[in-house]
């Protein structure tokens, strides 16, 4: 676990755990440990190349295998609940293993104009480009369906250059149009970039 304080304070501890990460987070406190002068920006690095979390603390993440990371920032997933559409770019539907069996991609646009849109879905893939014959996501409700799993999105904004902002402008009309998967996404982009530099 790696726990980050209010004061920037990195605690790392390492496992097997018991308790809620609440209870392991005040025994690393008061305990004391880990590295104090550590940089915020290298604690924040530390916590965003998790793969998976659980938290019954803000910042205190317990991290787990899991399936290979979506860096896509465009990327529609079973998580998405808010979506902002960009003109300049398809979104890649993006399930958490490949259906195993040839199937179908199921797209119906629930707010007007309604539209049903349907294509093929290989087996061995575990995304998908939104298909170039099919018209751009505008703001509506969506639902999606693959191998019988659905989901829904609601497209909170379409625009025509959201892929042209840098990645600090882009995770911020994220976040602040509600896209908070995006948003997510851009601000590990931007870290995973921040580690490239140093």
């Not at 505008?138 to 369906?145: C, E, I, N, Q, S």
Request: charged content about 25%.
């Amino acid at each position: 676990l790696v726990f980050l304080t209010s004061a920037g304070q990195v605690l790392r501890r390492n496992g097997p755990f018991s308790g809620s990460a609440s209870t392991i987070l005040d025994a690393a406190a008061s305990t004391g440990g880990g590295n104090t002068s550590a940089k915020v920006i290298s604690a924040i690095v530390d916590l965003a190349s998790q793969k998976s979390s659980s938290s019954s603390r803000l910042l205190a993440i317990r991290g787990s295998q899991a399936q290979p990371e979506v860096t896509d920032i465009f990327a529609i997933t079973a998580s998405t609940r808010t979506y902002c559409a960009t003109a300049d770019r398809r979104p890649m539907i993006v399930l958490q293993d490949s259906p195993g069996r040839d199937g179908r991609l199921s797209v119906t646009r629930l707010s007007a104009p309604k539209q049903k849109l349907e294509a093929d879905w290989p087996a061995e893939n575990r995304d998908l480009l939104w298909p170039e014959d099919w018209p751009p996501l505008r703001k509506g409700l969506y639902t999606w369906m693959v191998a019988g799993k659905q989901s829904s999105i609601e497209v909170v904004r379409d625009s025509d250059n959201l892929a042209d902002l840098d990645l600090p402008d882009l995770a911020y009309e994220l976040e602040r149009h509600g896209c908070a998967d995006q948003a997510s996404r851009a601000l590990s982009n931007l870290i995973r970039e921040a580690r490239i530099v140093q």
